[in-house]
């Protein structure tokens, strides 16, 4: 799996298809986080943001390959070996961005409630900050694996799929993302941390049980 993946993240950097996901990223951290704004609303902001981003990325990873090599890889390893270190690769990728997002908030922000009344300690608002962060990745990263191949074969499909699924994980009510960045905004209006245990966990299983199923599917018709 290790040589999979260093062999889909190669793919990834040469394609220069990560470019437009990062700089949508790069976009909605440069409209809503800016130096000197509350903490914990602008890592709900960063956390938010990614699960369109990683969705993306995932898409762009699983679509990456030619037909060709695709074949060759999957007839050498398994396909649905093949299809995981794909979406892996994006969900990598999307740490990755939301770490170094993690940090940037970290260092720009305000330790302070949204009245800047209440002081709010760094340590513990980064550690949330970086769990609604991977909450956020590992819904974007179910939301890629269900609406993309090997489900979802048609750019036709795949690409309005990708994007209102993405929107309703966030924004439906119950779902972990959308639980997760609530639990920021609202902690910022009285300096309370939410660390957010129960969303990223419900999160995990999601993505867990979302890129199972397009591996088994990937696998069935490889």
């Known amino acids: 799996m290790t040589a999979l993946l260093s062999y889909q993240t190669a793919l990834l950097l040469r394609s ?9 990223y790069a976009a909605f951290m440069f409209i809503g986080v800016r130096t000197g704004q509350p903490i914990l609303d602008s890592f709900g902001y960063a ?14 990873c699983v679509t990456n390959e030619p037909e060709a090599a695709r074949d060759c890889a999957a007839a050498a390893a398994g396909p649905w070996r093949v299809h995981l270190s794909a979406v892996l690769t994006g969900l990598l990728a999307s740490t990755v961005v ?28 980064t550690a949330a900050g970086l769990v609604a962060v991977l909450t956020c990745v590992l819904l974007g990263t179910a939301v890629g694996a269900l609406c993309n191949r090997p489900l979802l074969r048609s750019t036709a499909w795949a690409v309005p ?14 779902s972990p993302a959308e639980a997760a960045v609530t639990g920021m905004v609202t902690g910022s209006l009285d300096g309370t941390v939410n ?28």
Do not use: N
């Open 98 to 125: 939301g770490v170094a997002a993690t940090a940037v908030v970290a260092a720009i922000s305000e330790p302070r409630s949204s009245d800047h009344q209440v002081d709010v300690p760094v340590g513990e608002a």
């Open 16 to 24: 220069h298809r990560w470019l437009p996901p990062l700089l949508l």
């Open 195 to 222: 660390m957010g245990v129960l969303p990223l966990a419900a999160a995990a299983v999601s993505a867990a049980v979302a890129v199972g199923v397009a591996c088994a599917v990937s696998g069935r018709r490889g």
């Open 161 to 174: 799929a990708t994007v209102l699924a993405a929107f309703l994980v966030l924004f439906a009510e119950g």
């Open 47 to 60: 956390a938010a943001a990614l699960v369109p981003v990683t969705a993306w990325l995932v898409r762009v």
